[in-house]
């Protein structure tokens, strides 16, 4: 059975708490815990791994399938608007997608979307990237 992992990290996360406040950034990690969890299925699995990372784990799901689900969380974090203080904070995810292959463990799978997250980084950010191996 296809079984997919993706990481998400707040791209410049850092930046929120640096300039708002760490007030701010919680309230930030929660609002995007709530976007994460909106635009997933009901089989899917959301946790908060890290400071500013969250592991998703989707079942019964190809790669192409997990890209199209992460795509569409990806993009909802760059429209929403977090609200904080009658301001408006702008955040965006990076996204790395590993499948299951084998006989992997929980971290071999973590170990190439973990990779894959930062090639999203060092693409440009904002971005959903699928594991290569």
Not at 26 to 34: F, I, R, S, W, Y
Not at 96 to 103: A, Q, R, T
Request: net charge negative; proline share 2%; hydrophobic share 40%.
């Amino acid at each position: 059975r296809p079984l997919c992992m993706a990481v998400c990290d707040i791209d410049l996360f850092k930046t929120v708490n640096d300039s708002h406040g760490h007030a701010a950034g919680d309230e930030a990690l929660k609002q995007v815990a709530q976007i994460i969890s909106h635009r997933l299925r009901g089989s899917d699995f959301v946790a908060r791994y890290g400071g500013e990372e969250f592991v998703v784990l989707l079942p019964e799901t190809e790669r192409e399938a997990a890209a199209t689900v992460m795509e569409s969380v990806r993009e909802a974090v760059e429209m929403s608007h977090i609200a904080w203080e009658k301001k408006r904070l702008n955040l965006t995810i990076s996204i790395g997608i590993s499948d299951f292959k084998g006989k992997d463990i929980l971290q071999s799978a973590f170990t190439r979307a973990d990779r894959a997250l930062y090639q999203a980084k060092m693409n440009g950010r904002n971005r959903v990237e699928l594991a290569l191996d």
